[in-house]
T-cell receptor, first 115, second 113 residues
Framework: DTAVSQTPKYLVTQMGNDKSIKCEQN?????MYWYKQDSKKFLKIMFS???????INETVPNRFSPKSPDKAHLNLHINSLELGDSAVYFC??????????????FGPGTRLTVL | AQSVTQLDSHVSVSEGTPVLLRCNYS??????LFWYVQHPNKGLQLLLK??????LVKGINGFEAEFKKSETSFHLTKPSAHMSDAAEYFC???????????FGTGTRLKVLA
């Protein structure tokens, strides 16, 4: 059983389009995250939700909008895609709320390519 | 404020020789520290973590790391490298009361036959 899954694995699209990436975790965790990994492999957090409530919202263009329909799902919608949005996007989850000591479990990533 | 510095962007070792990947951290809080591994085109897998218990932490696949507060370091070691260890390794710092992981810039480990 996959603990944290993401769909799609690959996403190729044109500039200006709108796209969504979905994430699901079956670990029963309370907190979920979106990270962006750039071409130099640098990972940076974008958003975090705890029990469907937004708790981290980093400096991310408002073209990016996370949505958490329930605590097992966290989707990422991106409007008006730009070339610079090309990256690998990782979803993660962790058990505790506010627990910086807690282990985060990562999904396999979604490689977004904007042409 | 918290930060983490991985001192080497690339490390090459021969198969069967020791591995040392260096990480220094800065934290206002008592930190939690993690090492993750990312194999090519894969997600991140936790190797080990330090959360103020034993300073020598053992992880999966023969890796271990030692927390040294006086040196603000958390270096990752393995006695004998295997070809399957070739991957990108990330040192991560977090702190009690924060939700955030702060990632280092990664170290690419190459294992030579």
């Amino acid at each position: 059983d996959t603990a944290v899954s993401q769909t799609p694995k690959y996403l190729v699209t044109q500039m200006g389009n709108d796209k969504s990436i979905k994430c699901e975790q079956n670990l029963g965790h309370d907190t979920m995250y979106w990270y962006k990994q750039d071409s130099k492999k640098f990972l940076k957090i974008m958003f975090s939700y705890n029990n469907k409530e937004l708790i981290i919202n980093e400096t991310v263009p408002n073209r990016f909008s996370p949505k958490s329909p329930d605590k097992a799902h966290l989707n990422l919608h991106i409007n008006s895609l730009e070339l610079g949005d090309s990256a690998v996007y990782f979803c993660a989850s962790s058990q505790l709320a506010g627990g910086g000591t807690d282990t985060q479990y990562f999904g396999p990533g979604t490689r977004l390519t904007v042409l | 404020a918290q930060s983490v510095t991985q001192l080497d962007s690339h490390v090459s070792v021969s198969e069967g020789t020791p591995v040392l990947l260096r990480c220094n951290y800065s934290s206002s809080y008592s930190p939690s520290l993690f090492w993750y591994v990312q194999h090519p085109n894969k997600g991140l897998q936790l190797l080990l973590k330090y959360t103020s218990a034993a300073t020598l932490v053992k992880g999966i696949n023969g890796f271990e790391a030692e927390f040294k507060k006086s040196e603000t370091s958390f270096h990752l070691t393995k006695p004998s490298a295997h070809m399957s260890d070739a991957a990108e390794y990330f040192c991560v710092v977090s702190g009690s009361g924060t939700y955030k992981y702060i990632f280092g810039t990664g170290t690419r480990l190459k294992v030579l036959a």
